[in-house]
């Protein structure tokens, strides 16, 4: 118990006084095979990183809900959505069928042995990022009907 | 003491600067927590004395007498950056007083587990210390972590990627893997080849073609039992495999609309075990047998629609860096695996659709029962969304999704007497697992929308209930109807009400289920959920597993308080089981990344 307590309480200090603010440095494959630095892709604009799984009902219903109003947020803010699957080899095959199947017009990146999920200390998905010049600006895991209203404020806020 | 040494690694760069003025402290301060990346999760448990189901009780006898009610599984994760290329890292756990009811009981204490520097540029990417790596689709080598599961067989050694163009890269790895606190006496080696042949053949007409390739070989040293009656009776060592080499290739085809991904590996000669029934198996003197697997996913794809259908035969794959892991009965907590066979059916999250889960039947056995070589199967899956407009899709649209999959054993005839079997190429066994379920979702304004989901399955019933297969065992055969509803409101608000029912004439026979789910908004949430086993025979077992709770979300830190009863059986995460007992209790659930 001590040990527990000794632990948390490093930790809320220390995660008082700073918070995680550089994206990891890593390659992922999107779903052609081709791989994208994870730096390089808010270079030029903001960007949406969401990690949700085939079997994530939640993941799959922010991003259905984000689907319906992609078109518009994107004229609007010139934000680009990346959603990373985080489904393993046992579900992995899912992946390109059910973004087709449910029309989905992001850009699909593969975390197949969850090495992105690892690095941002993500227990539960969906996980949901803003990134500007690298930087994660913005953080919010879980998904309720509705929340991506206010995921849209805050990227008017970044862009 | 590993404790003290994560304190001190944590405090040591804050003390050492300790000449310098309060002005640059503070900079180098910044910079060092500017550096520092982290995740923290706790998942405590006060387990009660329930008058229903009764008092609280460990299954390990050891664990039992400590009479300990209140634990906890914490993990605190450290990632630490420097000179623009290196990242230093590690993991402490926790399992205090003991772990979780049904955790590896050597998880015990507080120890320092993980531990790893790195180096990346453009090019390379050299580790030291323990890391995750999968080949391929995992069929021959993936290490991962899966904390619900109490899983986690990292290798701690090192591994070279090298990616010397943009269409070829090289992994070259060496360890051994993590089983509980401890590492596995079997050292494992590694070597895998991705190359893009589109790029290299310049291929316009395709959207991928890969190609890779991989070697896994296991190494362990081997002592030849004495035999205690008769010590004239000695062990043949002659071609004993101390180390099992083995192989696999990979094409990723994708034309567009249409894709292939398959994958052949082919594990060395390994040694299998005597009969479990007898008690304390051995292993069998000169009979060693190579394994193999065969991954076919084709599918075709358009807007709107998708289809996927995966073929999987698995003969003797499963593969341990610790040969005393094989032993029938000696790994129920699936400890130091080096491939990765999940059960290839679709992961459910409806409560009453995860009573009865298969498992992939991956290992030889040649003497338990009539014996077993490994299995055959497969699945398909279907999307399909409704145009918005037309009769069915309304103005919101309607989305359709189904899945199929028929699991059975391999066929396989077995010479019990001399230890051998044939094995079938592409022959059915006996049935293990049938699974027909769809799903409709339906908006019917920006307020309302709906899931209508439906399950018939069927399964053998030891596999569904003790996670083992037992040969001709009658078949549980069930139906599942899940129907719910969800009503948002304003300010973020909204409301989820589902109801479930499974019907089936065996085991606990019916059950009932609902589920009601207040969101007050984006941060904070409650629910109550109740499963009802009405259709017990025994009317004092018609027990209700109850639960209620709520979270707190708020940016990387999440909260979540739940009391209520879990019922016992098989708990499986992707595919991946061990049995949980019935138990009741409170709770608490912290997780933070910083």
Same mark, same amino acid.
């Given at each position: 118990?001590?040990?527990?307590?000794?632990?948390?309480?490093?930790?809320?200090?220390?995660?008082?006084?700073?918070?995680?603010?550089?994206?990891?440095?890593?390659?992922?494959?999107?779903?052609?095979?081709?791989?994208?630095?994870?730096?390089?892709?808010?270079?030029?604009?903001?960007?949406?990183?969401?990690?949700?799984?085939?079997?994530?009902?939640?993941?799959?219903?922010?991003?259905?809900?984000?689907?319906?109003?992609?078109?518009?947020?994107?004229?609007?803010?010139?934000?680009?959505?990346?959603?990373?699957?985080?489904?393993?080899?046992?579900?992995?095959?899912?992946?390109?069928?059910?973004?087709?199947?449910?029309?989905?017009?992001?850009?699909?990146?593969?975390?197949?042995?969850?090495?992105?999920?690892?690095?941002?200390?993500?227990?539960?998905?969906?996980?949901?990022?803003?990134?500007?010049?690298?930087?994660?600006?913005?953080?919010?895991?879980?998904?309720?009907?509705?929340?991506?209203?206010?995921?849209?404020?805050?990227?008017?806020?970044?862009? | 003491?590993?404790?003290?040494?994560?304190?001190?690694?944590?405090? @040591? $760069?804050? &003390? !050492?600067?300790?000449? #310098?003025?309060?002005?640059?402290?503070? %900079?180098?301060?910044?910079?060092?927590?500017? =550096?520092?990346?982290?995740?923290?999760?706790?998942?405590?448990?006060?387990?009660?004395?329930?008058?229903?189901?009764?008092?609280?009780?460990?299954?390990?006898?050891?664990?039992?007498?400590?009479?300990?009610?209140?634990?906890?599984?914490?993990?605190?994760?450290?990632?630490?950056?420097?000179?623009?290329?290196?990242?230093?890292?590690?993991?402490?756990?926790?399992?205090?007083? @003991? $772990?979780? &009811? !049904?955790?590896?009981? #050597?998880?015990?204490?507080?120890?320092? %587990?993980?531990?790893?520097?790195?180096?990346? =540029?453009?090019?390379?990417?050299?580790?030291?210390?323990?890391?995750?790596?999968?080949?391929?689709?995992?069929?021959?080598?993936?290490?991962?972590?899966?904390?619900?599961?109490?899983?986690?067989?990292?290798?701690?050694?090192?591994?070279?990627?090298?990616?010397?163009?943009?269409?070829?890269?090289?992994?070259?790895?060496?360890?051994?893997?993590?089983?509980?606190?401890?590492?596995?006496?079997?050292?494992?080696?590694?070597?895998?080849?991705?190359?893009?042949?589109?790029?290299?053949?310049?291929?316009?007409?395709?959207?991928?073609?890969?190609?890779?390739?991989?070697?896994?070989?296991?190494?362990?040293?081997?002592?030849?039992?004495?035999?205690?009656?008769?010590?004239?009776?000695?062990?043949?060592?002659?071609?004993?495999?101390?180390?099992?080499?083995?192989?696999?290739?990979?094409?990723?085809?994708?034309?567009?609309?249409?894709?292939?991904?398959?994958?052949?590996?082919?594990?060395?000669?390994?040694?299998?075990?005597?009969?479990?029934?007898?008690?304390?198996?051995?292993?069998?003197?000169?009979?060693?047998?190579?394994?193999?697997?065969?991954?076919?996913?084709?599918?075709?794809?358009?807007?709107?629609?998708?289809?996927?259908?995966?073929?999987?035969?698995?003969?003797?794959?499963?593969?341990?860096?610790?040969?005393?892991?094989?032993?029938?009965?000696?790994?129920?907590?699936?400890?130091?695996?080096?491939?990765?066979?999940?059960?290839?059916?679709?992961?459910?999250?409806?409560?009453?659709?995860?009573?009865?889960?298969?498992?992939?039947?991956?290992?030889?056995?040649?003497?338990?029962?009539?014996?077993?070589?490994?299995?055959?199967?497969?699945?398909?899956?279907?999307?399909?969304?409704?145009?918005?407009?037309?009769?069915?899709?309304?103005?919101?649209?309607?989305?359709?999704?189904?899945?199929?999959?028929?699991?059975?054993?391999?066929?396989?005839?077995?010479?019990?007497?001399?230890?051998?079997?044939?094995?079938?190429?592409?022959?059915?066994?006996?049935?293990?697992?049938?699974?027909?379920?769809?799903?409709?979702?339906?908006?019917?304004?920006?307020?309302?929308?709906?899931?209508?989901?439906?399950?018939?399955?069927?399964?053998?019933?030891?596999?569904?209930?003790?996670?083992?297969?037992?040969?001709?065992?009658?078949?549980?055969?069930?139906?599942?109807?899940?129907?719910?509803?969800?009503?948002?409101?304003?300010?973020?608000?909204?409301?989820?009400?589902?109801?479930?029912?499974?019907?089936?004439?065996?085991?606990?026979?019916?059950?009932?289920?609902?589920?009601?789910?207040?969101?007050?908004?984006?941060?904070?949430?409650?629910?109550?959920?109740?499963?009802?086993?009405?259709?017990?025979?025994?009317?004092?077992?018609?027990?209700?597993?109850?639960?209620?709770?709520?979270?707190?979300?708020?940016?990387?830190?999440?909260?979540?308080?739940?009391?209520?009863?879990?019922?016992?059986?098989?708990?499986?995460?992707?595919?991946?089981?061990?049995?949980?007992?019935?138990?009741?209790?409170?709770?608490?659930?912290?997780?933070?990344?910083?």
């Amino acid at each position: 118990m001590k040990t527990l307590i000794t632990l948390f309480l490093t930790l809320s200090i220390t995660s008082l006084s700073f918070s995680q603010n550089e994206l990891p440095s890593m390659e992922l494959k999107t779903l052609e095979g081709k791989s994208i630095q994870l730096q390089d892709i808010s270079k030029d604009q903001v960007v949406v990183i969401s990690l949700w799984a085939t079997w994530c009902v939640p993941c799959k219903n922010e991003l259905d809900a984000i689907s319906e109003v992609y078109d518009d947020w994107v004229d609007e803010t010139n934000v680009k959505l990346y959603a990373v699957s985080v489904d393993d080899s046992r579900t992995v095959s899912r992946v390109k069928p059910l973004v087709n199947g449910k029309s989905w017009d992001f850009t699909i990146l593969l975390d197949t042995n969850n090495d992105l999920k690892r690095e941002l200390g993500a227990s539960t998905i969906p996980l949901t990022l803003i990134i500007k010049n690298g930087k994660i600006v913005y953080r919010h895991s879980g998904y309720t009907p509705g929340s991506e209203e206010a995921l849209f404020e805050e990227i008017k806020k970044h862009s | 003491m590993k404790k003290t040494a994560v304190l001190f690694l944590l405090i @040591l $760069p804050i &003390l !050492s600067f300790s000449q #310098e003025t309060e002005e640059e402290k503070e %900079t180098i301060f910044k910079e060092f927590l500017n =550096n520092l990346s982290g995740s923290f999760e706790t998942n405590a448990q006060w387990y009660v004395n329930d008058n229903v189901l009764g008092d609280f009780d460990d299954p390990i006898p050891e664990f039992e007498l400590e009479n300990k009610h209140l634990r906890a599984n914490s993990y605190l994760r450290l990632d630490y950056r420097f000179l623009n290329n290196f990242t230093f890292g590690l993991q402490a756990e926790s399992y205090e007083p @003991l $772990p979780l &009811l !049904s955790y590896f009981p #050597e998880y015990k204490g507080t120890e320092l %587990t993980n531990y790893y520097i790195n180096f990346k =540029n453009k090019k390379l990417d050299i580790t030291a210390g323990h890391f995750y790596e999968q080949f391929g689709s995992g069929l021959l080598l993936r290490t991962f972590e899966e904390r619900q599961l109490g899983l986690n067989n990292a290798l701690r050694g090192g591994r070279i990627k090298y990616t010397p163009t943009n269409y070829l890269s090289v992994t070259a790895l060496y360890g051994n893997h993590r089983i509980g606190f401890d590492h596995s006496e079997g050292d494992v080696f590694g070597l895998d080849l991705n190359i893009d042949l589109k790029e290299v053949i310049g291929l316009e007409g395709l959207s991928r073609f890969n190609f890779g390739a991989s070697y896994v070989g296991k190494s362990e040293e081997f002592t030849a039992p004495v035999d205690e009656f008769d010590p004239n009776n000695t062990f043949d060592t002659t071609d004993f495999p101390e180390l099992i080499n083995s192989y696999a290739f990979r094409f990723d085809v994708d034309f567009g609309k249409f894709f292939v991904n398959t994958e052949y590996s082919l594990k060395g000669e390994d040694i299998s075990f005597t009969a479990a029934s007898l008690g304390n198996p051995q292993i069998i003197e000169g009979k060693y047998f190579d394994g193999s697997a065969i991954l076919f996913t084709t599918g075709y794809t358009v807007k709107g629609f998708g289809v996927s259908s995966t073929f999987r035969r698995l003969e003797n794959m499963s593969f341990s860096s610790d040969r005393d892991l094989v032993r029938p009965g000696n790994n129920p907590f699936g400890m130091g695996s080096i491939n990765f066979t999940p059960a290839l059916t679709k992961q459910q999250d409806y409560s009453l659709s995860n009573i009865y889960l298969y498992q992939a039947q991956s290992p030889l056995f040649i003497q338990n029962f009539g014996g077993q070589a490994g299995e055959i199967g497969g699945q398909i899956d279907m999307y399909y969304s409704f145009k918005k407009g037309s009769t069915i899709g309304g103005k919101y649209g309607t989305k359709v999704t189904a899945n199929m999959s028929y699991w059975s054993l391999l066929d396989a005839t077995f010479d019990q007497d001399n230890s051998t079997y044939d094995s079938e190429l592409f022959k059915f066994g006996e049935k293990l697992y049938k699974d027909i379920n769809f799903e409709i979702k339906k908006k019917w304004s920006k307020e309302w929308s709906s899931v209508l989901f439906y399950q018939n399955l069927a399964i053998n019933k030891n596999l569904a209930i003790e996670g083992s297969y037992i040969p001709n065992d009658e078949a549980i055969t069930s139906n599942i109807i899940v129907a719910e509803t969800t009503r948002k409101f304003s300010g973020g608000r909204s409301m989820r009400l589902e109801l479930q029912h499974l019907s089936t004439d065996e085991d606990l026979k019916n059950w009932a289920g609902g589920t009601l789910e207040y969101v007050v908004n984006r941060n904070l949430a409650f629910y109550v959920a109740d499963i009802y086993n009405y259709g017990n025979d025994n009317k004092d077992e018609q027990y209700h597993y109850y639960n209620f709770g709520g979270s707190y979300t708020k940016g990387a830190t999440r909260v979540a308080l739940n009391y209520g009863r879990q019922r016992g059986g098989l708990f499986c995460v992707g595919g991946v089981c061990r049995i949980v007992p019935e138990n009741t209790g409170l709770s608490l659930n912290l997780t933070t990344a910083f």
